[in-house]
């Protein structure tokens, strides 16, 4: 409520209101009951629209979280990828001083896979590290930040020079298992791969293979294939060149506040006239 | 041999050198005997002189590494920071998926003690996380990127807002135990303290009783007291909220490269009569 007072709106019962913005996620069944044809605009939280896709009509505009929690899961990306070459990942199950590890970021050959929003928030955390960062992506469009952009099909030329790998793309056909065994084997013996995208873009057996021979440096992983939670006793969690984050490059705390931002901004929108922000293709179902 | 040929110049048995490159920290004792009068220039290796201090002499030039180690120490800084705001130094301990728990960096209140190279440095990676940080240091005279440059009389002022507390300042009297019980208490429950610096500048048991008791939120210390190595058994290796990295911020791997670097640049600006960087002062030891 606060997000949409902030915006100089007020919040009034759903049957007198205009715009509805649905702050739940965990209940999309009890939607429909508010939907009224006086409603002109509903605001979505997530990106994820899945639970709501059967729910939506063309009677309105929609609108959800994409591109809101880009910031955070940057920012997790470079912690992750900072704890993997400075070895915190190492010195923090560490219960003695132990011999020096590890790599510097500065300067080192970055490459990302995926060319959205999450890579948007990490060019510019990444620049003064003065990284060269080729970025993978559908298509070869230049992002700026990027020393040099390319498409996947150009993934096996520029691996074996990476320092990093950085998983922040959509799971699509095309792209699950697209880091596997061969992808793995034409990587440097030093560089880390870092997830923060979705778990079936890695070859999990492939990826534990790899760990254990010290074929690549090593991986930090927010995502994980099997799905969260990672069961108890998997090899990822024992491996002492792995790391697991629960799913917490943006974790529900941090969302809500962005979330919020959002609102306050899309209900100034909306007041204005202006074009809301996120809106959902209906369609292709984001 | 590489970094000196690199700037043009030729290496030569010691009776015939002008200028001579010390490489090897470890044995300042067989310095003397390579020293003859026609030795203009000696580079020496490292910030820190102490060892070679009682044979410095005023007939020659002396410069040393001093502002080299500065890159890799505030990547480390951030790397460190990030690992406790973004809970990796608990993730990394874990070996079952646990709930959410985070801070982000973006937009929080930094506090560095100290003004030289490695704030230097720090501010730059910080620039893009949009942090509110001030610097306190010997002297009010603002630095560029930080939102605020006032002196350590100002500390008690600003730690109750800071979300992170970072230590890159020098040992002195003045700076001893600048952070004790008294500063532990005034910051934030959630608030991090990163440790760069020298042990000397934290009172430990104060420390340890602030991570016990949650009064902040963690200490990531890549230097502590009693100095290194820590002891094992020592209450820090073990208290959940604690980070120990082994004086690593600086490797010798990394110091090697950089410190060639240097010596590279040092040697083209003798050759061509320029000034040298990272002048000794013999009177003022460093």
Partial sequence: MAAVEAAGSVVVPPDEATALVWADPQHPERFPELLHDGIEWVQLPYAGIGPFLPM?????????????????????????????FRNIVGYARKQTWSAPVGQNLHGANVVILGG?????????????????????????????????TATLAELHEVLPDADAVILALALTPETEHVIGAAELAAMKSTAWLVNVARGGHVDTDALVDALRSGSIGGAALDVTDPQEPLPDGHP???????????????TPEMGLVLLAERVTDNVQRYLDGGDLIGLVDIAKGY
């Fill in 56 to 84: 939506l009509d063309d009677l309105r505009t929609w609108t959800c979280g994409k591109g809101v929690y880009a910031r955070p899961v940057a920012e997790a990306a470079l912690a992750m990828l900072l704890a993997g």
């Fill in 236 to 250: 990822l969690w024992t491996l002492p060149n792995c790391l697991i984050t629960p799913h917490v490059a943006n």
């Fill in 116 to 148: 959205g929003g999450i890579t948007d928030e990490l060019l510019p955390l990444l620049a003064p590290f003065e990284c060269r960062v080729t970025v993978l992506r559908r298509t070869a469009e230049p992002i700026e930040g990027a020393t040099h």
